[in-house]
């Protein structure tokens, strides 16, 4: 078993959609928990970051972490055409707080086209 | 966040020799980090370079494969030593900074 699972899709939705994305992991000792977004020959850039269970809001972003359940989520609201990326989500150990040992392990990205 | 830069930002290459790609950070990070993106692969780490300090190779990542230079606290640089068709992938490099990391756009090499 993958220390993260992540759909690859390709996940296709309409304009003004709610977006679902979701990763599983097995490690329980993950505390740290980001979304990064990857536009087409671009580098990860990061949207959210959070810690423990919870919710985190940011605009039209959700991120959602369930520790009972080693399950993480990214909603997005009002999805727009300009949403069309790869999300990764990306998880740490506090031994290795917030990836300071470099130790970031990454989904494999999830694949969204926002159709207008 | 840091705004990362990378050179180059794509390449091609003959098998056996050897490209060297920098990272230019805008601000002084302690730990700069590079990672390899294979097409349809997560993010893998390479090493994770500390300045003043020998590079710290992950498990599969070895030196003399892929030397890394950290000369100072705003700049580091991969060389992808005697290259083959399978060193074809995405390279990225990055620093800590906030408890998470913040990427270079990448490099694209392509091995033929």
């Known amino acids: 078993q993958k220390e993260v699972e992540q759909d690859p899709g390709p996940l296709s939705v309409p304009e003004g959609a709610i977006v679902s994305l979701n990763c599983t992991y097995s490690n329980s000792a993950f505390q740290y928990f980001m979304w990064y977004r990857q536009y087409s020959r671009k580098g990860p850039e990061l949207l959210m970051y959070t810690y423990s269970s919870g919710n985190k809001e940011d605009g039209r972003f959700t991120a959602q972490v369930d520790k009972s359940s080693k399950y993480i989520s990214l909603f997005i609201r009002d999805s727009q055409p300009s949403d069309s990326a790869t999300y990764l989500c990306?998880?740490?150990?506090?031994?290795?707080?917030?990836?300071?040992?470099?130790?970031?392990?990454f989904g494999k990205g999830t694949k969204l086209s926002v159709k207008p | 966040s840091a705004v990362i830069s990378q050179k180059p930002s794509r390449d091609i290459c003959q098998r056996g020799t050897s490209l060297t790609i920098q990272c230019q950070v805008d601000s002084q990070v302690t730990m700069m980090f590079w990672y390899r993106q294979q097409p349809g692969q997560s993010l893998t780490l390479i090493a994770t370079?500390?300045?003043?300090?020998?590079?710290?190779?992950e498990s599969g990542f070895v030196i003399d494969k892929f030397p890394i230079s950290r000369p100072n606290l705003t700049f580091s640089t991969l060389t992808v030593s005697n290259m083959s068709p399978e060193d074809s992938s995405i390279y990225l490099c990055s620093s800590a900074g906030g408890g998470t990391q913040y990427f270079g756009p990448g490099t694209r090499l392509l091995v033929l």
């Open positions: 990306a998880m740490s150990a506090p031994e290795n707080y917030g990836g300071s040992q470099g130790n970031l392990i």
């Open positions: 370079a500390n300045q003043g300090s020998e590079a710290t190779y």
